[in-house]
């Protein structure tokens, strides 16, 4: 089970902390990742994670401006959010695993 949280309201420039906690699965044997959907928007992929943090990949219309980080230890995968956009507004998800067999119910982000 994947629970995302963190998600709310903010204006331009603004950041957010989004979580995703996981359960009844070894989290750490997995990649993650975060994926988002606008209204009327193809879903598309945010940023991964290997298993122990070693290797990040963003998409570019992210790059600079958001971080993807895990702790194993508390099964709890985040993502952080600076400097949003309008265009960052949509339905943010966790996943697991590559590709992603498992999703969250997502977390609201509105800028």
């Known amino acids: 089970q994947l629970v995302e949280s963190g998600g709310g309201l903010v204006q331009p420039g603004g950041s957010l902390r989004l979580s995703c906690a996981a359960s009844?699965?070894?989290?750490?044997?997995?990649?993650m990742s975060w994926v988002r959907q606008a209204p009327g928007m193809e879903r598309e992929w945010v940023a991964g994670?290997?298993?122990?943090?070693?290797?990040?990949s963003y998409a570019d219309f992210v790059k600079g401006r958001f971080t993807i980080s895990r702790d194993n230890a508390r099964n709890t995968l985040y993502l952080q959010l600076d400097s949003l956009k309008t265009e960052d507004t949509a339905m943010y998800y966790c996943?697991?695993?590559?590709?992603?067999?498992?999703w969250g119910q997502g977390t609201q982000v509105t800028v």
């Open positions: 996943a697991k695993g590559t590709p992603p067999d498992n």
């Open positions: 009844g699965f070894t989290f750490s044997s997995y990649y």
């Open positions: 994670m290997d298993t122990d943090g070693t290797y990040t």
